[in-house]
């Protein structure tokens, strides 16, 4: 299963001020969040993936082959993920009041308001690591996902 890992963010080697304090460790399977977030000034959860184990951001990813791990653990990793932050209990609340929405749709079930979170998580993920070769480091800004390119002077 090809999935986003973690990774140092070489910009933070050349620039001190983009490193994160806190960060996603190495390594650490990653998501792109997909609700967005409820703080307008928040400049971290554009740019950010999130640490399904620390839950901790890194503005850095790549794309690898994870062979041994299933669809049904990582749907259990994001599901802890999204519990972590609250994110379950307000998509719960939301459900029950009938102002959860998926696609357009009203979902008043918030165990298949859940799932259907979770599952645009894995889905989103496919899509990005389906785009990009393994090996492939990657940034974010938005919903725009690119490959990173080193800056190199001339020679």
């Known amino acids: 299963m090809r999935?986003?890992?973690a990774i140092e963010d070489r910009l933070a080697r050349v620039n001190p001020?983009?490193?994160?304090?806190?960060?996603?460790?190495?390594?650490?399977?990653?998501?792109p969040p997909i609700l967005e977030c409820i703080d307008d000034y928040c400049a971290e959860c554009n740019a950010a993936w999130f640490g399904l184990s620390t839950h901790m951001?890194?503005?850095?990813?790549?794309v690898v082959e994870r062979p041994h791990l299933s669809e049904t653990h990582l749907r259990q990793l994001v599901h802890e993920w999204l519990d972590c932050l609250g994110t379950i209990d307000l998509v719960?609340?939301?459900?029950?009041?009938?102002?959860f929405?998926?696609?357009?749709?009203?979902?008043?079930?918030?165990?298949?308001?859940?799932?259907?979170?979770i599952s645009?998580?894995?889905?989103?993920?496919?899509?990005?690591?389906?785009?990009?070769?393994?090996?492939?480091v990657l940034s974010r800004m938005g919903s725009l996902v690119s490959a990173r390119v080193d800056a190199r002077t001339a020679a």
């Open 92 to 99: 719960v609340q939301a459900a029950e009041n009938g102002e």
């Open 57 to 62: 951001p890194t503005r850095t990813a790549m």
């Open 3 to 5: 999935v986003l890992i």
């Open 17 to 31: 001020t983009h490193r994160n304090v806190e960060s996603a460790v190495e390594g650490e399977l990653i998501t």
């Open 101 to 117: 929405e998926v696609s357009g749709h009203v979902v008043s079930d918030p165990v298949v308001a859940i799932d259907d979170l």
């Open 120 to 136: 645009d998580h894995l889905d989103e993920m496919r899509t990005i690591c389906a785009a990009y070769p393994v090996g492939t």
